[in-house]
């Protein structure tokens, strides 16, 4: 047994890490509280050292790539065709909640479920996320794909016509 420096709390040995008086659980919670105060700084600090060390993160990818071959290319084939359009994102009862405009509508769909699953991660729209986790399921459709310079008025005009829930 041993005795947190931080909560003051008498844990197991399992919740320490080998040195420093902190708790795993302690130690967690300044990194996150570090993190969203840092954000900027931490985003360049990964960044400079992904500079640093290109040649690592290339052999890195290019092992995953050898040893997920069928991963590759979907994930290639899914980047590679880049459609440009307008987009809704319906819940359960097909209500329009969202709708959207990207120049590569499969990567924003990717962005809209990551964010979905972890609303804390996006730092631009957090109630968007949080609000669409309380709808339940949800189904991202293209409704219409559009050359890139007419992306902004295709958007205001589904946006017009749709009346989503969710678009300030």
Same mark, same amino acid.
């Given at each position: 047994?041993?005795?947190?420096? /931080?909560?003051?709390?008498? /844990?197991?040995?399992?919740?320490?890490?080998?040195?420093?008086?902190?708790?795993?659980?302690?130690?967690?919670?300044?990194?996150?509280e570090?993190?969203?105060?840092?954000?900027?700084?931490? /985003?360049?600090?990964?960044?400079?050292?992904?500079?640093?060390?290109?040649e690592?993160? @290339?052999?890195?990818?290019?092992?995953?790539?050898?040893?997920?071959?069928?991963?590759?290319? +979907?994930?290639?084939?899914? %980047?590679?065709?880049? *459609?440009?359009?307008v987009?809704? *994102?319906?819940?359960?009862?097909?209500?329009? @909640? %969202?709708?959207?405009?990207?120049?590569?509508?499969?990567?924003?769909?990717?962005?809209?479920? +990551?964010?979905?699953k972890n609303p804390?991660?996006?730092?631009?729209?957090?109630?968007?996320?949080?609000?669409?986790?309380?709808?339940?399921? *949800?189904? *991202?459709?293209?409704?219409?794909?559009?050359?890139?310079? @007419?992306l902004?008025?295709?958007?205001?005009?589904?946006?017009?016509? @749709?009346k989503? /829930?969710?678009?300030?």
């Amino acid at each position: 047994m041993k005795e947190c420096s /931080k909560c003051h709390e008498t /844990k197991e040995l399992t919740e320490f890490y080998k040195q420093g008086g902190r708790c795993k659980k302690c130690i967690c919670e300044y990194t996150r509280e570090w993190q969203n105060k840092n954000a900027n700084k931490d /985003k360049q600090t990964k960044k400079v050292y992904r500079e640093n060390n290109k040649e690592y993160f @290339l052999n890195k990818a290019l092992e995953w790539n050898k040893a997920n071959p069928d991963k590759f290319k +979907t994930n290639l084939n899914k %980047y590679k065709n880049k *459609i440009s359009g307008v987009y809704q *994102i319906l819940n359960s009862k097909d209500e329009c @909640l %969202y709708v959207g405009q990207s120049k590569s509508f499969n990567a924003r769909k990717n962005t809209h479920m +990551t964010f979905w699953k972890n609303p804390s991660a996006d730092k631009q729209h957090p109630s968007l996320y949080k609000n669409l986790n309380k709808e339940g399921n *949800i189904t *991202i459709k293209l409704i219409e794909e559009c050359s890139k310079e @007419l992306l902004l008025e295709r958007e205001q005009y589904y946006i017009n016509k @749709l009346k989503p /829930k969710y678009n300030a």
